[in-house]
């Protein structure tokens, strides 16, 4: 008899709520009650993105500075897609790190890679990232976060978002293979 053909592989990531006393006590001990009562609950969501024009213009980045961030793409794969690697549809992930003295992203770290729809990622808590792009195809993401919502007692609680000035922007150029990721430019 056959049970299943499926093969499970775990602890690929972690999935963190940082409001919460069992997954990070030291935090939580430092958190006002406002941030951790009621507690954060799993919010499974999708997003889908639609194809970016190239090059495309970053005007802001956001956080989640309690919720580590799970996006796993939903396409089907076809024979097709693996024939030829240029036929997978692809998206960017772009990230900053933080700038320690502003508590703001550090612009002059912004990277953005590549990714296929066959690569799934997931943002550690407080990771400045500019939300999805998607280029060729319209991609739908599952997608998996700690969020309050409704019982938020700060406007930024579950989502920090930092716009860039009104005449300023970021061009992002297309992906080169002679490049480790795509590059950036901050323009004026």
């Known amino acids: 008899m056959i049970l299943g053909t499926a093969k499970r592989f775990n602890h690929l990531t972690s999935f963190v709520n940082m409001r919460t006393a069992s997954q990070t006590p030291k935090l939580h ?3 006002p009650p406002s941030l951790t009562q ?3 609950t799993p919010n499974l969501c999708i997003f889908q993105t639609q194809p970016a024009t190239m090059p495309f213009s970053i005007k802001l980045l956001e956080r989640h500075k309690y919720s580590t961030q799970m996006f796993i793409p939903m396409v089907q794969p076809t024979k097709e897609m693996f024939l030829t690697m240029n036929a997978i549809p692809s998206y960017y992930v772009i990230v ?3 700038d320690p003295i502003t508590d703001k992203p550090d612009w002059s770290t912004l990277c953005a890679f590549q990714a296929t729809t066959v690569q799934a990622f997931n943002y550690n ?3 400045w990232h500019h939300p999805m792009v998607g280029l060729g195809s319209t991609i739908d993401f599952v997608c998996l976060v ?3 919502r409704e019982f938020q007692t700060e406007q930024d609680e579950d989502t920090e978002e930092v716009h860039l000035a ?8 297309p992906y080169s293979p002679k490049m480790e990721h795509s590059s950036v430019s901050i323009l004026q």
């Open 166 to 173: 009104a005449n300023e922007y970021i061009l992002l150029q």
């Open 125 to 127: 808590a407080g990771v």
């Open 29 to 31: 001990q430092q958190l």
């Open 96 to 98: 900053a790190l933080n």
């Open 146 to 148: 700690w969020e309050r």
């Open 38 to 40: 009621p507690a954060a």
